[in-house]
């Protein structure tokens, strides 16, 4: 560490940032989130570092960096500090040639793979800011999906920075957020509230909006429903991480896409990177990267199970294939009998090899909840929605007092579309179990979605007490990698986020 301490209120030289205190704080923000500070950054983040010595009262910069390094990922101090690192800035409808993608090419293809039945679609938009971005993609949903109450939409977005996400809840937003937005969209979707113009209820409730650091928390994640997506936008967040952050993020989203999903870079953003099972593309100008491999059956509309096709056109979107033709491309993993290694499987989300050691148990030993409980988070986990349901609701049905098969299948509910039905489903789970961590967690959410604010707050507090009482360093049942401080440190952000959205601007 260097710099040297003064009591003095009059000093001001105390508060001057040397080079060495940036460089320790741009290699701490590396380590810690992935967020790289180029060398054009670094007037911003001395000038952030030195407000946010004077902001938090610190004698010296000394004070602040060492706080920050021991410090948990929810503290003000270091949340500030990303704020400010990373600029939010965004704006609805943002790159036109994307846009026109998204509008003209992948949803059509999207519509038309249903023959026209209404079937489901998933977006992620990851590091929302805002929420100008996910809230474009949900017009743009509203707009071109034919019957579409009959349709399951699923979006999700996610930021690191509480404070966007705040406002992101709100959706409300000043002009300079529609310097891309044609008129007759921003009169149809948009009131105007003082200065501001505030989103209809009807989009701004398609969205789910939930705390995330790409770099350090794991997806993907059935119970926080980023998994089988079949657009994730990531645009201009990768412009903060260093190549190797980058590669890791990719890896991750490779495993949350459906075979033939889209994830979509920022402009800025285009990395050179060899993921396997991403496939990059290109539909004229725009660049974007496809999901190869046919490890989900999109049956949400189909009697018979539909594959997805990875060969074809540049410019194509994928296609679908027969089962047959899926199967023999697919390969078969090794069969295995024991429910040791289907623990394992389901832990590692090896989904298909989970498949085959699930039928292999119920050949050997009978219907076991347990068995139908891993085989039916495996579909829920490819994407099969329709089998997961059933065969969740057939574990409860099997054992009434698994908890777990009745959290499932609440789940899926959601996914479904079946808030109502979903939200018994997770009080049988509380009523088995009062302290049932996740249940509360995913009940709050599920009631801030169908707007009711005090109640959902209310659910994400009891989850916040349980998590708490927890071992800090233990992991919680069934969520991949996440320690009960984690999900503490998580659960207070939301409640901040929600708590903080007054019941006027959520209207
Ligand atoms: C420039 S904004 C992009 C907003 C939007 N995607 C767009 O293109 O208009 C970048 C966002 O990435 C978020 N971000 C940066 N690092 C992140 C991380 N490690 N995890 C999640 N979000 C992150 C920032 O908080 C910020 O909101």
């Known amino acids: 560490m260097t710099g040297t301490s003064c009591l003095s209120d009059e000093c001001s030289g105390c508060r001057t940032v040397t080079w060495q205190q940036e460089t320790e704080l741009c290699d701490y923000l590396r380590v810690r989130t992935g967020i790289v500070i180029h060398e054009h950054q670094r007037d911003d983040l001395r000038a952030t570092l030195q407000s946010a010595v004077t902001r938090f009262g610190y004698a010296q910069a000394d004070d602040y960096i060492q706080h920050l390094h021991e410090c948990s990922p929810d503290n003000q101090e270091l949340e500030y500090l990303i704020a400010n690192v990373t600029v939010g800035e965004s704006y609805f409808f943002r790159d036109k040639g994307q846009m026109e993608f998204l509008r003209t090419g992948w949803l059509p293809q999207l519509v038309a793979r249903g023959k026209g039945l209404p079937g489901s679609v998933r977006v992620w938009s990851a590091g929302c800011s805002h929420g100008q971005e996910i809230y474009s993609l949900a017009i743009m949903l509203h707009e071109g999906v034919p019957a579409r109450a009959q349709w399951n939409l699923q979006l999700h977005a996610t930021d690191i920075n509480a404070e966007a996400l705040t406002v992101a809840v709100a ?16 009169k149809r979707y948009f009131s105007p509230v003082n200065n501001e113009f505030q989103l209809r209820e009807e989009i701004s409730s398609m969205v789910n909006f939930s705390y995330l650091n790409l770099v350090e928390d794991e997806f993907p994640t059935i119970t926080g429903g980023l998994h089988s997506m079949d657009l994730i936008l990531c645009r201009n967040v990768f412009i903060y991480f260093d190549a190797a952050t980058v590669e890791a993020v990719m890896r991750k989203f490779a495993r949350c896409l459906a075979p033939g999903g889209v994830l979509m870079l920022g402009g800025a953003d285009m990395v050179n990177v060899d993921i396997e099972g991403l496939e990059m593309q290109r539909a004229g100008g725009v660049f974007y990267y496809r999901r190869t491999g046919l490890d989900r059956v999109v049956d949400l509309w189909a009697p018979e199970p539909v594959y997805l096709d990875n060969s074809g056109d540049a410019d194509d979107v994928p296609a679908a294939v027969s089962r047959e033709e899926a199967l023999a491309a697919d390969a078969t993993p090794e069969k295995t009998e024991s429910i040791e290694t289907l623990d394992q499987l389901v832990s590692q989300q090896r989904w298909n090899e989970v498949l085959v050691a699930a039928d292999a148990c119920l050949d050997g030993e009978g219907e076991s909840a347990t068995v139908l409980l891993h085989k039916a988070c495996a579909l829920a986990g490819l994407g099969r929605l329709g089998e997961a349901a059933q065969l969740s609701q057939q574990a409860a ?64 507090v009891n989850a916040l007490e349980i998590a708490e009482a927890g071992d800090p360093e233990c992991t919680i049942h069934g969520a991949a990698d996440m320690t009960y401080q984690r999900m503490a440190e998580v659960l207070r952000k939301e409640i901040d986020i929600y708590s903080s959205t007054t019941s006027e601007s959520s209207a």
């Open 171 to 186: 959706a409300r937003y000043s002009s300079w957020s529609f310097r891309s937005t044609p008129e007759a969209i921003c």
């Open 397 to 460: 049905l099997l054992d009434p007092m698994d908890k777990h098969a009745h959290f499932l299948h609440a789940l899926v509910l959601i996914e479904q579309g079946d808030p109502d039905s979903a939200e018994s489903g997770m009080r049988k789970a509380l009523y088995i179990d009062p302290r049932f961590l996740e249940a509360h967690h995913q009940l709050g959410l599920l009631q801030l979605r169908q707007g009711q604010r005090d109640k959902g707050v209310k659910s994400l």
